[in-house]
């Protein structure tokens, strides 16, 4: 069975200060994606990465793969409060076709 | 263009009872997706649903079912509901994209278990 250990499950920030979640596993992926899920809503992909070392930026938020395909960090800058909400990882194995999602890493910024 | 819609949004029952949840896939996604999120942590994969049949199952009870329409809409059924089965229950509807599976997903079914 595929996990992925997320960590820390809870972050409470103030708004200007970094920020690292990661992502772990003891199995290879072929792809892995971040999402993140805001309260009443379902989650939305922030980012897929697919290559290991592949790092990809999106504003303030930096995604990596690790070279060996089985961890991913993501690291946001200056955060804000906006940044608020529930960052899960998804690891997808050989076919594709099923993602296995991480424990969740609950970020609170504070103004 | 719409996205994965689910229905109903909250949806109480008691223990022993039934539950149905319904999901409308984006428009041109023929795979449907359902996952059970407990406690606003992680997500459990249950079922995949593609092209009307089922693709694959997570580690959950046979009282867990569901089908998929030729409309590529989705239903999920709980039966014999225990107060565990209390969760959001999350729909999502993909296109294969870029080598990777990409998934939309609707806001979720609530599910309260007294």
């Known amino acids: 069975t595929q996990l992925l250990e997320q960590s820390p499950q809870f972050l409470s920030i103030q708004e200007g200060e970094n920020l690292t979640v990661y992502c772990n596993s003891s199995?290879?992926?072929?792809?892995l994606q971040w999402y993140r899920q805001e309260p009443g809503e379902g989650p939305v992909l922030l980012v897929t990465?697919?290559?290991?070392?592949e790092v990809k930026k999106l504003k303030r938020l930096t995604f990596q793969f690790g070279d060996a395909r089985k961890d991913s960090s993501l690291h946001i800058t200056a955060a804000q409060p906006g940044d608020t909400g529930l960052y899960l990882c998804?690891?997808?194995?050989?076919?594709?076709?099923?993602?296995?999602f991480g424990t969740g890493t609950r970020l609170l910024v504070s103004p | 263009e719409a996205g994965v819609t689910q229905s109903p949004t909250h949806l109480i029952k008691t223990r022993g009872q039934q539950a149905t949840l319904r999901c409308s896939p984006i428009?041109?996604?023929?795979?449907v997706y359902w996952y059970q999120q407990a406690l606003g942590l992680g997500l459990q994969f249950l079922l995949w649903?593609?092209?009307?049949?089922?693709?694959n199952r997570g580690n959950f009870p046979p009282r867990f079912s569901g089908r998929q329409f030729p409309n590529y809409s989705s239903e999920l059924n709980v039966n014999a509901l225990e107060l565990e089965d209390s969760a959001l229950y999350l729909c999502?509807?993909?296109?294969?994209?870029?080598?990777?599976?990409?998934?939309?997903f609707g806001a979720g079914s609530r599910l309260t278990v007294l």
């Open positions: 999502a509807s993909s296109l294969f994209h870029s080598g990777a599976n990409v998934l939309t």
């Open positions: 199995s290879v992926f072929s792809s």
């Open positions: 990465v697919v290559t290991g070392g």
């Open positions: 998804a690891g997808a194995g050989t076919g594709f076709q099923k993602l296995v």
């Open positions: 428009s041109g996604h023929t795979s």
């Open positions: 649903y593609d092209e009307g049949e089922e693709r």
